[in-house]
């Protein structure tokens, strides 16, 4: 968590880097009693993905804070506190099964993607319903919810999707680290469309929440 003199006003910003992204995002406020020493809609979340050894987020508060800086610029303000940070190393799974016998492996245990696009649980949440449909016509028509068969066309079913996404991040990385002058150029150009062009921000939100294929 860290927090800035400029209000998050809902508005998550990510930046790209040859060494990966780097996003800033808003964060609620706790509940409060009005006594606490935060202000509301100052806290955000920082994902920073750095070249494996890095160590840039166990430093002290303040050279955290300056580092987090240099490294986002001044899009979101000052960063002016920073809490607790973590590491975690990237790993990019499909599972070989989803499904043996009547068990089924859900989330990150059957897929677990780079964060660049934030796609990991809205995926999750689509596995989620198609289970939950296919079950749920199995119960009106009084058969097993466990039923092998069942499950594996569950597995097959939401295979593609999966796949979609994981390629779709892996291009994400790739197109924004990427140090060919041809491929940075043709991404600069992509983004300024991609902010400019009317229409284009719905149809890219549809793609990668699953709307559309
Ligand atoms: C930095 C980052 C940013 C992300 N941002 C987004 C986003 O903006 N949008 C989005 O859709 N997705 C995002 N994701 C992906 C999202 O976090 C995952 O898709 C989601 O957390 C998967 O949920 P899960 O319950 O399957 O796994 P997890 O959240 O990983 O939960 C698994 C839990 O099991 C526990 N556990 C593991 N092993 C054991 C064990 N042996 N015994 C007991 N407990 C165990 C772990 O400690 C953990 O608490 C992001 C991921 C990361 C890393």
């Not at 202000?39 to 508060?61: F, H, I, M, N």
């Not at 973590?86 to 989330?107: F, N, S």
């Not at 696009?117 to 028509?141: E, I, P, T, W, Y």
Request: some cysteine; glycine content about 8%; charged content about 25%.
């Amino acid at each position: 968590m860290v927090e800035t003199d400029k209000p998050h006003e809902h508005v998550a910003i990510e930046r790209f880097s040859p060494a990966g992204p780097l996003a800033v995002l808003p964060l609620t406020d706790p509940e409060g009693d009005g006594n606490d020493d935060y202000q509301t809609g100052y806290r955000r979340s920082v994902v920073w993905v750095c070249p494996k050894g890095e160590d840039k987020y166990l430093a002290d508060d303040a050279h955290f804070l300056a580092t987090l800086q240099q490294a986002f610029g001044e899009r979101a303000g000052t960063f002016v506190a920073a809490g607790r940070r973590g590491a975690y190393p990237l790993t990019r799974v499909l599972a070989d099964k989803q499904v043996e016998g009547r068990c089924v492996i859900m989330g990150n245990a059957a897929h677990t993607l780079h964060p660049v696009a934030g796609q990991g649980f809205n995926l999750c949440m689509r596995d989620a319903h198609v289970l939950a449909q296919m079950m749920s016509a199995q119960v009106l028509k009084g058969e097993d919810i466990g039923d092998t068969q069942l499950l594996k066309r569950y597995e097959t079913a939401r295979l593609s999707d999966q796949k979609r996404v994981i390629r779709f991040c892996d291009a994400v990385v790739h197109g924004f680290t990427h140090p060919n002058p041809a491929i940075k150029l043709a991404r600069n150009v992509a983004l300024v469309a991609f902010d400019k062009l009317p229409n284009i921000k719905p149809l890219v939100a549809n793609y990668a929440m699953g709307l559309k294929s």
